[in-house]
């Protein structure tokens, strides 16, 4: 658990590291404790999962929550989310490392924590499908759970899944974050699935695909490879993510569809 004081006045004289400044009194304020939330999403079989674990202690002991957990005295929140990732879903270090994550927001509620004040900041990531993972540290278990199959969920969890699916959505129209959805090499319609399980929405096959292909840098065809898809029509071309980074035009999604 980490205590977090209060920030040094601005133009105040400061001490050696550790040492509060002169005239300044660290214990004017009660302290707090910093947490990082995990929001992690990925699709499986056409449905959007969320990474969660089972509470293995008390408060919410049982309860399905966000990998996650306190933020050590000498680390960044980034590096106490990657760390508990690993901790509480049992994940190789190094596929952590190589995920994409990024800061969602912090929430801050006075009472959002039964145990003391706890301001949690947020991370989310969107991932190809990875391996089963198997709870370790708070974690009595861990799984890929499809949303909606979840049920109640510890803290305010719910809220920050709510928020991490909405930022995702939203990020899909703008960037080539899709892409972090699919294996290495992946067909058109795979890529679409993606957009449809996110958004749950049914996207008009042609016209994603022109769209699609119409981007420059979006995504680049694999010379020679192809993949059978279960129809009776020729095999798929398979493509791979393209070095652009942002959608211009963006790839909006579309109003009254949905599933």
């Not at 005239?23 to 959007?48: I, K, M, N, S």
């Not at 708070?138 to 699916?165: K, N, P, S, T």
């Amino acid at each position: 658990m980490t205590a977090v004081g209060p920030r040094a006045r601005e133009g105040g004289a400061r001490g050696p590291r550790g040492t509060a400044p002169q005239g300044y009194d660290p214990h004017a304020f009660e302290p707090f404790a910093v947490t990082v939330d995990l929001a992690v999403f990925t699709v499986r079989e056409g449905v959007l999962h969320a990474l969660l674990i089972r509470r293995g202690q008390e408060p919410y002991a049982g309860a399905w929550a966000l990998p996650g957990g306190f933020v050590l005295p000498r680390e960044s929140t980034e590096l106490a989310a990657r760390r508990e990732l690993a901790e509480e879903t049992g994940l190789p270090d190094d596929l952590v490392a190589g995920l994409h994550l990024e800061q969602l927001r912090t929430y801050s509620e006075p009472d959002r924590d039964p145990r003391m004040r706890v301001v949690s900041v947020a991370y989310t990531a969107l991932v190809p499908d990875l391996p089963e993972p198997h709870g370790g540290g708070d974690a009595a278990h861990a799984e890929w759970v499809a949303l909606g199959g979840c049920g109640q969920l510890a803290f305010d969890h719910a809220e920050i899944l709510a928020d991490a699916r909405e930022r995702i959505g939203a990020k899909l129209e703008y960037t080539c974050l899709a892409t972090s959805f699919c294996p290495p090499e992946f067909t058109l319609g795979e890529l679409q699935q993606v957009y449809e399980t996110v958004w749950g929405t049914v996207l008009d096959r042609p016209n994603f695909r022109r769209k699609v292909l119409a981007t420059p840098g979006f995504v680049e065809q694999v010379a020679g490879a192809s993949r059978l898809t279960g129809g009776r029509g020729k095999p798929a071309a398979l493509h791979r993510a393209g070095p652009a980074t942002a959608l211009h035009p963006p790839l909006l999604r579309p109003e009254g569809r949905q599933t």
